[in-house]
């Protein structure tokens, strides 16, 4: 069956940079789709950023833009999402998601991992 698993997530103070990882099984990671999404206490799900199947073209939130950056090595079938100078309002479990269509939707994505806690301190 798909699996989707992310892991690099953890404390990190206002500034700092993480990186999240998600593995994948189970599926053609190159048909698909990969984004990021994130959800904080309370709130809805969130896009963050999305990546072809080429790894050409990227995606980005404008809440995120210009310091997070997602990667994918289809070889790996992995996908990536580095983020830099985190802020408190980045505060989220972080979840990997695969699609087969490039929307920022929630409902667009078929397959999610189980998420990854961020947590920046102020």
């Known amino acids: 069956q798909v699996q989707l698993v992310e892991s690099g997530g953890g404390l990190v103070q206002t500034g700092g940079s993480l990186r999240l990882s998600c593995a994948a099984s189970g599926l053609t990671l190159s048909s698909y789709i990969m984004a990021w999404f994130r959800q904080a206490p309370g709130k809805e799900r969130e896009f963050v950023a999305r990546?072809?199947?080429?790894?050409?073209?990227?995606y980005y939130a404008d809440s995120v833009k210009g310091r997070f950056t997602i990667s994918r090595d289809n070889a790996k079938n992995t996908v990536d999402l580095q983020l830099n100078s985190l802020k408190p309002e980045d505060t989220a479990v972080y979840y990997c998601a695969a699609g087969r269509f490039a929307t920022s939707r929630v409902d667009d994505y078929d397959y999610w991992g189980q998420g990854s806690q961020v947590t920046v301190s102020s």
């Open positions: 990546v072809s199947r080429s790894a050409i073209t990227t």
